[in-house]
């Protein structure tokens, strides 16, 4: 069953998911930020006053950290909704399991945190490697359907441009993972080289180039 924004304005549309998406971003990234707070008592004395301050700037890097993996994360859902005019039953299934993802990432962080793995640690990097495969996933699927898909995706350079955007979190997470195992410590700055990769990559997709002239 696939439905059109122009044929059907239900409960479930393309339009209704970007909300949703848009929602449940702006719900976790609240969250995020109400883990932020300033220690009580901290001014008691200095060796207090540098404890606290040692661990608010761990939360404070937790959340840095986790904002820009959903910032990127965003980028590449709405990219996928950009290019489709029109959704089914099998994308909002797929849309749904990729938004679970993003609830349970501040939790990952947390359990992270409380086990002295502050910057993506294992339970983190096990939740952003499979955010990245069900964003991928999300998109292999819409660009497999020719109901779904925007004509722009016909062109195979972009699609095979696209393809490679949608690997870089998954395969961050990946050698972030495997750098843990090693006994690396940090390994989650790796997910520093996603928006660096994906900014160079949507810049010469040729996507935006052809939304200009088609």
Known sequence: MTMRDSELEGPVNKTNIERIT?????????LLIRNLTVPAGMWESEEVLFASLGQFLVDLTIYLFVFLVLAVTW??????????????????????VALLLVVFLPITSQIDAAI????AGVFSQ???GLLGVTTWALFRYAAARPALRDPRLTDHHVTRMLRREYI???VSSAVALILSAAGVDLAGVV???????LWWMIEHDGLDRNSLTG
């Open 116 to 119: 002295d793995a502050p910057i």
């Open 75 to 96: 980028v590449l859902l709405f990219r996928v909704y950009r290019n489709i005019v029109a959704v089914d039953l099998g994308f909002v299934a797929r849309v749904f």
């Open 191 to 197: 997910y520093l080289v996603a928006p660096v990769a």
């Open 22 to 30: 848009n929602a449940l971003f702006a719900f976790t990234m609240t």
């Open 126 to 128: 096990l939740n952003l």
């Open 168 to 170: 870089v979190l998954p």
